[in-house]
């Protein structure tokens, strides 16, 4: 399995007053999460006390969903993702524990200590670890290193044209501009061959799911 642990780098900061507003938009964010990813998720995405989400999931989608809302409303962080085996004790995610979530829990203080080079992710496994589980992790992390080299502006455009399946018409008409100005802004992007990656990702899920069952 996959666990992601995400740390909100300006959680610190945050008054009492935006706290909040904040935390009710988390949650908001990760009910969506368990809501459109419910078979990619083995527990339930959780909020913890210390500003953390945590994630434990079949594959990269959920985690680069959430990486992308995040960068979208301006909340960076630094993230540790671990693979290998959990115990999952209840529904919450940051009620199960194993060798996923250690490893998560060592590359996410990796990625501390390591602030100054400007790395926000880092990985780690288990040497005897699903070489297909690696591969998920590592995705996300690629998906991760693109999102961060866009502007604002291309995050937001590339959002609704990646997640939301919306035309570059649509978009624009999300955005409140022209199809043209929109169509130059997603040309700066690798959002169509990203929305390619996540469109056969979508796909190879649903593909291995009755398999899974049977």
């Not at 994630?55 to 671990?82: A, E, K, Q, T, Y």
Request: overall charge positive; proline content about 4%; aromatic content about 6%.
């Amino acid at each position: 399995m996959i666990a992601a642990i995400i740390d909100l780098r300006r959680s610190k900061s945050v008054t009492p007053q935006e706290r909040g507003p904040l935390y009710e938009r988390l949650r908001e964010l990760l009910e969506e999460v368990r809501k459109c990813f419910k078979d990619q998720c083995v527990a339930r995405p959780a909020l913890t006390q210390g500003d953390s989400i945590e994630l434990l999931v079949r594959n990269w989608l959920p985690i680069v969903f959430v990486f992308h809302r995040l960068l979208m409303n301006d909340l960076p962080f630094h993230v540790g993702i671990g693979t290998g085996s959990v115990t999952v004790i209840r529904d919450e995610a940051d009620e199960c524990d194993g060798p996923a979530f250690w490893n998560a829990r060592e590359a996410l203080e990796e990625t501390k200590r390591r602030r100054r080079m400007k790395i926000s992710a880092d990985l780690k496994t288990d040497e005897s670890g699903d070489p297909a589980e690696i591969n998920e992790a590592v995705i996300s992390i690629l998906f991760l290193a693109i999102l961060e080299k866009m502007t604002r502006t291309q995050v937001h455009y590339c959002y609704h044209f990646l997640w939301e399946g919306k035309s570059v018409s649509e978009t624009a008409e999300t955005m409140g501009t022209s199809k043209g100005n929109a169509s130059r802004i997603l040309s700066k992007t690798p959002c169509h061959i990203l929305r390619r990656l996540v469109s056969f990702a979508r796909g190879a899920r649903e593909r291995r799911t009755p398999q899974e069952h049977h």
